[in-house]
Each structure stands twice: as C-alpha cells, then as structure tokens.
C-alpha cells in the first residue's frame, strides 16, 4: 500500500520514568519515588538521538516532577528543536483530582517547563488518558490556564479511560472562557468500534503489522495523520521489576526488548513531525454532538 508522502504523523514521547506508570499507584508510595533509582534521563537520550538519526522532531509531554529533578534534560530537548508540552506535575489521574488540584498540577507543571524551555507551553496531556466523562471540567480549567491544545481523551472502550464517542479526529471544543484543540488518540474504524492504533502498550504488545496497517490505513484511506505516543521506560528491558496484578505485569513490561526496534522500523516507514505542526492548523470536525451527554460539567 502507497502511503501519500504529504501526510505527516505526530510523533509524540510521555517524559515519565517507569515507576510513576498507573499500574504502580499504591504500590510505589510517592514519598519513596526520589530514592527510587531514575532512569528517565538515559532513555530519553536515547529516543533524542534515535530522533536525530532519523532526522525527525517530535514533542515531549514532559512531568513536572520529572522537570523539576532534571531541568537539563528539558533544556536539551528544547535545544534539538523539540515541542516542549506539559504531562502534568504529578502523574494523577484526572478523574481522580478535584479542580482546585488539577489546576494547581498544570499550573505548576506549565510554569516550570516554560522556564525551562524558555518557550510557550501549547499542549497537555493527561496521565493514561484520564479526560473522560467524569473529569470533562479539566477542558474548562486547561483552556483558562492557556493552553491552546489537549490530547488526553481516547476514543476508545478501555477500563481506566476512553470516550469511545468522541470524534476520531481533532476537533475545537469551545466554551465560555475561550476553545481548545482536542487532540484525540488515534484509531482505525472497524465495524462499530474504534481500534486504537497509536502506540504505547498497543505498539509494545501487540505485533508490528497491526501498528502499521493502522497507520497506513489513517494516512491512505482517511488522508488524516496518526499520533504516536511512547514513553522512555518502553524501550527499556534493564528497568527494576515492580510487583503489581498479573494484568499489570503483563501491560507493563511485556515486549520491552523489542520496543527500540520496531521504533526504528516504524521511523522507516513513516513521516513524522511534531504535534503542533501536524495537528493543530486546520481541526476538523465539530466536538458539540459527540460531547454533548457530558454538558453541563459536572463539578
């Protein structure tokens, strides 16, 4: 299948280190996490010089608690031209913050990465996708706290997150104090469901084909680019080994080996650019109908 060479996809990297994936909440306490041993920092300088070999930008949606331990790392990655966006300060689940914390994770996070960086901070996303229908008042609070895009709502069934009727591709979501961009998780059309197609543990666990056909699918059939999203611990086997569910061992640490590898075959394959340049110019479709079940907010 002959991909059209004007569609460019979003290459996109969560800056989180492995112990603060969700799978670990209420296993590795938060006050242990700085004796934890970090390794953050090696694997995204790998990712960064993988992205050079490719000769590739991409954006990092990097946590605050992250930024705040490794201020050089955010430096370097503004340095190589990278979109610096924000994951948030402290890798809470949304849905599970009250709005008065929510703004004062993203506000801390915003602040301390533009310092950093030295550049505005356009995007946010959510730990593990966690805009769903209970914590849609988040858009009101990221649009206030000046954010242009978000892309943490997947469109998707899924047990911790996902609003599978919520469009398949970005759209403007407008309210009262302003709008933002609603980046959605990519997926392919399969009958009634929407596939996801995207990256993270679908890349990891899943084989290669089904990551690939999708994006070929998305970029051939439907002209649309795709958003990939990876975070560093996933190209990482050497990681200390945490215990958590079965589930949660097989999720996380499933096909780490072979994560590197299939990146490499995939920036092969594929135009890649950050998310401000691929998805922001020209939104899509309207958000009202999809969202509509969920208005007024809830707070």
């Not at 991909?3 to 799978?23: G, L, W």
């Not at 990221?142 to 242009?148: S, V, Y």
Request: hydrophobic share 40%; charged share 25%.
């Amino acid at each position: 299948m002959s991909i059209p060479a004007q569609v460019v996809n979003a290459m996109t990297i969560d800056v989180e280190d492995y112990f603060h994936v969700s799978v670990f909440d209420g296993i590795v306490p938060r006050h242990q996490w700085g004796a934890l041993e970090s390794r953050v920092e090696r694997n995204t300088d790998r990712l960064l010089a993988l992205f050079d070999d490719a000769g590739i930008k991409a954006t990092f949606f990097v946590l605050g608690w992250v930024a705040e331990r490794q201020p050089a790392l955010v430096r370097s990655i503004a340095a190589l031209g990278h979109e610096i966006a924000s994951h948030g300060y402290g890798h809470r689940l949304v849905y599970d913050l009250t709005p008065r914390s929510f703004r004062e994770d993203i506000r801390r996070s915003k602040l301390g990465l533009e310092s950093m960086a030295g550049r505005p901070v356009r995007g946010y996303r959510a730990p593990s996708y966690s805009i769903t229908p209970q914590s849609l008042w988040a858009l009101d609070i990221l649009i206030e706290e000046g954010f242009e895009y978000d892309a943490s709502i997947f469109p998707i069934h899924h047990d911790r997150y996902g609003i599978p009727i919520s469009p398949r591709h970005p759209y403007p979501i407008q309210r009262d104090h302003g709008t933002i961009i609603e980046v959605p998780g990519s997926t392919v059309r399969v009958g009634p469901w929407n596939i996801p197609i995207g990256g993270g543990g679908y890349f990891r666990i899943l084989p290669y084909w089904w990551t690939k056909r999708g994006i070929e699918r998305l970029n051939s059939e439907e002209q649309r680019p795709a958003v990939f999203y990876l975070h560093p611990w996933e190209i990482d086997p050497d990681q200390p080994r945490l215990t958590t569910s079965a589930l949660g061992r097989f999720r996380h640490y499933r096909n780490l080996g072979d994560t590197e590898t299939r990146l490499r075959q995939l920036l092969c394959d594929f135009e890649f650019a950050p998310m401000d340049e691929v998805m922001l110019p020209e939104p899509v479709e309207d958000a009202a109908p999809a969202l509509a079940f969920a208005l007024p907010y809830v707070w």
